[in-house]
Structure formats: structure tokens, C-alpha cells
């Protein structure tokens, strides 16, 4: 599946570096036009595709990462 504009732009945007706290989700939500939620589920389909990675290597391994951070983070705690 190709990208669209709208893919590039959630993908850098979730990439970014943010100063402030809610800066990353004001970006993220201007950059698709949707709500926060349809973009996360967006997002998370983008880092599994093949077309994604392609396109924009650096932002999908920094997002790859996250995601990984983030679930092992997740699994740490959820036994407690």
C-alpha cells in the first residue's frame, strides 16, 4: 500500500522531538486532521507495514522503538 501525504506527516510528527508535554499529540492530530484515537490506530497499522519503512526508515525506527519501550514497560507491570 502506497502512502499518502496525510501517512508522511503522522509518521514525522510522531517521530518528533516535542519541547512541551501535549505538544506531540497537538501535532500528531493537526497532522492527520482526525481524532487522536483514529490516528494512534493509523499509526500502529503504519509501523507494520513494509511501504512504511521504505518511505520513512528513520521515523519508523524510532517509532519501532517506542513501541517496543512502551509494551515492555506494560508487560513489567502488569503482574503486579
Known amino acids: 500500500m502506497a502512502l499518502t501525504q ?17 505538544d506531540d499529540l497537538d501535532a500528531l492530530t493537526r497532522a492527520s ?9 493509523r499509526l500502529n497499522q503504519l509501523i507494520n507495514d513494509p511501504d512504511a519503512w521504505k518511505v520513512e526508515p528513520g521515523a519508523m525506527q524510532i517509532l519501532a522503538e517506542r513501541r517496543a519501550r512502551y509494551s515492555r514497560g506494560r508487560r513489567s507491570t502488569s503482574g503486579a
Open 33 to 41: 486532521g482526525v481524532s487522536l484515537a483514529r490516528t494512534w490506530q
Open 6 to 22: 496525510v501517512d508522511r506527516a503522522i509518521l514525522r510528527a510522531a517521530a518528533g522531538t516535542y519541547r512541551n508535554p501535549g
